[in-house]
């Protein structure tokens, strides 16, 4: 019987996202302990067992709780590709679950940054200090969050243009022990002129449209204060043609461009900064990688 190559690149397929949604059905049981049948959580522990034998022990660690909201977000915006494949690129998302889920996911980044900190005094010097931090793209305020609470001192200034974003930002600030500290504004990023007043940006280059962001950092640089740094988030090159392929098409539906870390230096460059640097991942499989640049002490 001839195979029909379609047919069959759709059954491979289909096991990857069978068993991502294993993955994150055994994440969501474990946090709400929801009596589930017997015989499915054994059949997913199963799964857990054959993607990776340590998996359903890792399922109890300190990610666990960024793997699920993960895992969601995948999910729903790959819905929304399967269903809108006509919709022009732009981060334009009004399902609270998406917006919610990728704002969780993105408290790692905090995490990320401190670990950058740890063999750069200058920088560490900043985040224990009571300076302002510029969380560009804020969404809905999920990386203000764990900034305010990781860093105690700083403030959160956070800024984005999605209204239905920024309106989950302000809830889940209400809410927060640490939202006095942050403040959220319905701002354009190009379009920001407060000369001299954070000592630390954040910027999502994966977000951000390519024929803004050159105008962006020079205006994160006036924004900076001497000494002051940059932190540019682009996606980690895959040696995997697949993985690269879908990636790209993620950003560029999400409205960003798939940048090098070599353009992005020339960006930097380009802006004023100096001291440009490209850190190393920090995790093999990290997808997220980082630019610094500094503005002139």
């Not at 302990?33 to 499915?40: M, N, S």
């Not at 305010?148 to 930002?169: F, N, S, Y």
């Not at 951000?208 to 682009?234: D, K, S």
Request: net charge negative; charged share 20%.
């Amino acid at each position: 019987m001839t195979v029909d190559p379609l047919m069959k690149s759709i059954h491979q397929l289909s096991v990857s996202v069978e068993a991502l949604a294993a993955l994150g059905a055994a994440l969501r049981l474990q946090r709400s302990d929801a009596e589930a049948d017997l015989r499915v959580r054994a059949r997913l522990q199963d799964v857990l067992h054959a993607i990776d034998p340590a998996l359903a022990e890792l399922c109890l660690g300190n990610r666990s709780d960024y793997a699920g909201p993960l895992i969601e977000t995948v999910f729903r915006q790959s819905a929304d590709l399967l269903n809108n494949p006509e919709r022009a690129p732009g981060w334009c998302h009004q399902d609270p679950l998406i917006l919610q889920s990728q704002g969780q996911v993105s408290r790692l980044i905090v995490h990320n940054i401190d670990e950058l900190a740890a063999d750069r005094p200058d920088l560490r010097a900043i985040l224990r200090g009571s300076g302002a931090f510029l969380d560009v793209g804020t969404g809905a305020g999920w990386l203000a969050l764990e900034a305010a609470r990781i860093w105690p001192k700083l403030r959160i200034v956070g800024i984005d243009v999605w209204e239905p974003a920024l309106a989950l930002a302000r809830d889940n600030v209400t809410v927060s022990e640490h939202g006095e500290r942050i403040e959220l504004k319905s701002q354009a990023v190009e379009h920001l002129d407060e000369p001299e007043t954070y000592a630390l940006a954040w910027f999502p280059g994966t977000f951000i449209p390519a024929e803004i962001t050159q105008t962006a950092l020079e205006r994160i640089y006036r924004a900076l204060v001497p000494g002051g740094w940059l932190i540019f988030a682009l996606w980690a090159l895959s040696d995997d043609l697949l993985a690269a392929a879908v990636a790209n098409l993620r950003i560029v539906r999400s409205g960003g461009y798939p940048w090098l870390a070599t353009d992005v230096a020339d960006a930097l460059l380009a802006a004023g900064f100096v001291g440009i640097d490209a850190p190393p991942l920090g995790e093999p499989a990290s997808p997220v990688a980082f630019v610094l640049g500094q503005r002139p002490k």
